[in-house]
């Protein structure tokens, strides 16, 4: 492993301001230049709720610095951040626990009149678009960050190109060619051993932790349904946790031997529930991809004295090509990293096709320990018949 240390460039702002957006952008055209380059959400890496004692910013920085050696173990060159923060106190609380990290802070600004059009445009919680002004200005009086960006008119490639100008052409060293992490294997999934020194296990705990894991088809709803489970639970007064795979897996070029991911994403997963639990959380929820046994296993292996339970969700072809259309055009929340927003027609056809036809494999194989069916029915309906037959879950 290297010991130099890793690029991180840290995209912050008020919400709304497009932080998500330009970070993923930058994410792909890094690693299309074959710079291998990782991308998270901070807040995907903090849904810990109810919120320990320590705050939002102490566990993001503990999730962080806990799968930051397993990005580093894939052969990162460099890591795209997205997140809120708006004082130096609070990025130190990052760089005390990431002392092999190059941070550069980089806010991105928009003045008001945009910040509404946008925040509004987003579709989501248009009630909180005051807070994020109110956030804008105070941000605007703050010296904290490395470079400072207005974005007015501009679009999320036109902010990218300008975040790595102002960066001195970020990543600092340019293409290169990279480790592309352990051995490749001839056939058959990526290993994903136990545990190790760069990859902790969740603590052992009095009894099985009970694991939630909500998989499907493409657009059946995983997330969606998965952190719907989420809230409910925590609304209870049970402290649970959310991790949705995708979300802690974002890095390209992919590996040879682990095209999917999924070693990446097991053991970041384990990073996360080891920080989780011992922060109190009681359960965990994963949305993501398991359409085979094997892969499962080895997420479980990770993850001892889990109770695993799998819950695959399912809807028929019509409502699959219904919903790929809603996402393509924009609709449903705002994910970095969507590959079907902005597709045309034919291009959303296809995706719908393959979706429709991953759900008849899995149906044929009878996948996951539960099916719920979800055509014709609201987030609501299916997180609450999901709940119904997991019964007093997860007492």
Same mark, same amino acid.
């Given at each position: 492993?290297?010991?130099?240390?890793?690029?991180?460039?840290?995209?912050?702002?008020?919400?709304?301001?497009?932080?998500?957006?330009?970070?993923?952008?930058?994410? $792909?055209?890094?690693?299309?230049?074959?710079?291998?380059?990782?991308?998270?959400?901070?807040?995907?890496?903090?849904?810990?709720?109810?919120?320990?004692?320590?705050?939002?910013?102490?566990?993001?920085?503990?999730?962080?610095?806990?799968?930051?050696?397993? %990005?580093?173990?894939?052969?990162?060159?460099?890591?795209?951040?997205?997140? %809120?923060?708006?004082?130096?106190?609070?990025?130190?609380?990052?760089? /005390?626990?990431?002392?092999?990290?190059?941070?550069?802070?980089?806010?991105?600004?928009? /003045?008001?009149?945009?910040?509404?059009?946008? %925040?509004?445009?987003?579709?989501?919680?248009? @009630?909180? !678009?005051?807070?994020?002004?109110?956030?804008?200005?105070?941000?605007?009086?703050?010296? %904290?960050? /490395?470079?400072?960006?207005?974005? /007015?008119?501009?679009?999320?490639?036109?902010?990218?190109?300008?975040?790595?100008? +102002?960066?001195?052409?970020?990543?600092?060293?340019?293409?290169?060619?990279?480790?592309?992490?352990?051995?490749?294997?001839?056939?058959?999934?990526?290993?994903?051993?136990?545990?190790?020194?760069?990859?902790?296990?969740?603590?052992?705990?009095?009894?099985?932790?009970? !694991?939630?894991?909500?998989?499907?088809?493409?657009?059946?709803?995983?997330?969606?349904?998965?952190?719907?489970?989420?809230?409910?639970?925590?609304?209870?007064?049970?402290?649970?946790?959310?991790? @949705?795979?995708?979300?802690? #897996?974002?890095?390209?070029?992919?590996?040879? @031997?682990?095209?999917?991911?999924?070693?990446?994403?097991? +053991?970041?997963?384990?990073?996360?529930?080891?920080?989780?639990?011992? $922060?109190?959380?009681?359960?965990?929820?994963?949305?993501?991809? &398991?359409?085979?046994?094997?892969?499962?296993?080895?997420?479980?292996?990770?993850?001892?004295?889990? &109770?695993?339970?799998?819950?695959?969700?399912?809807?028929?072809?019509?409502?699959?090509?219904?919903?790929?259309?809603?996402?393509?055009?924009? #609709?449903?929340?705002?994910?970095?990293?969507?590959?079907?927003?902005?597709?045309?027609?034919?291009?959303?056809?296809?995706? $719908?096709?393959? &979706? $429709?036809?991953?759900?008849?494999?899995?149906?044929?194989?009878?996948?996951?320990?539960?099916?719920?069916?979800?055509?014709?029915?609201?987030?609501?309906?299916?997180?609450?018949?999901?709940?119904?037959?997991?019964? @007093?879950?997860?007492?």
């Amino acid at each position: 492993m290297r010991s130099d240390p890793l690029p991180l460039l840290w995209l912050c702002g008020p919400s709304g301001v497009g932080k998500s957006s330009v970070g993923w952008e930058l994410f $792909a055209r890094l690693s299309r230049s074959g710079i291998k380059t990782a991308f998270l959400d901070a807040d995907q890496i903090s849904l810990c709720y109810p919120l320990p004692e320590s705050g939002t910013h102490r566990i993001r920085a503990q999730s962080l610095a806990a799968i930051w050696p397993n %990005f580093r173990e894939e052969g990162v060159r460099c890591v795209v951040l997205s997140g %809120f923060v708006d004082t130096r106190e609070e990025v130190r609380e990052y760089t /005390d626990l990431l002392p092999e990290a190059a941070l550069t802070v980089c806010r991105l600004r928009v /003045d008001p009149a945009e910040l509404r059009e946008r %925040f509004i445009a987003r579709g989501w919680r248009p @009630d909180l !678009v005051a807070e994020a002004v109110a956030e804008a200005e105070l941000l605007d009086l703050s010296d %904290f960050a /490395d470079i400072c960006l207005d974005t /007015d008119g501009r679009t999320v490639s036109e902010v990218a190109r300008m975040v790595r100008e +102002r960066a001195g052409g970020w990543p600092p060293g340019g293409p290169a060619k990279t480790p592309t992490g352990p051995a490749e294997t001839p056939t058959g999934p990526a290993p994903m051993p136990g545990g190790s020194a760069s990859c902790p296990v969740a603590p052992p705990t009095s009894g099985p932790v009970p !694991v939630l894991w909500l998989s499907g088809a493409d657009a059946v709803g995983k997330s969606t349904v998965g952190y719907e489970v989420f809230t409910q639970i925590i609304r209870t007064g049970v402290r649970a946790a959310y991790v @949705d795979l995708k979300q802690i #897996g974002a890095l390209r070029p992919a590996a040879a @031997d682990d095209p999917d991911g999924h070693r990446l994403k097991a +053991r970041n997963l384990a990073a996360l529930w080891a920080g989780y639990g011992a $922060a109190g959380a009681r359960c965990l929820i994963v949305s993501g991809h &398991a359409d085979r046994d094997d892969t499962v296993r080895g997420y479980a292996e990770l993850l001892p004295g889990a &109770a695993l339970t799998v819950c695959r969700l399912h809807a028929g072809p019509a409502t699959l090509a219904e919903r790929v259309a809603r996402r393509g055009g924009g #609709g449903g929340p705002a994910i970095p990293g969507d590959e079907m927003k902005g597709l045309d027609s034919g291009a959303l056809r296809r995706v $719908a096709e393959r &979706a $429709a036809g991953e759900a008849a494999a899995l149906d044929r194989v009878k996948a996951g320990d539960l099916r719920v069916e979800t055509d014709g029915r609201s987030v609501r309906e299916v997180a609450g018949e999901v709940r119904a037959l997991l019964g @007093d879950w997860p007492n």
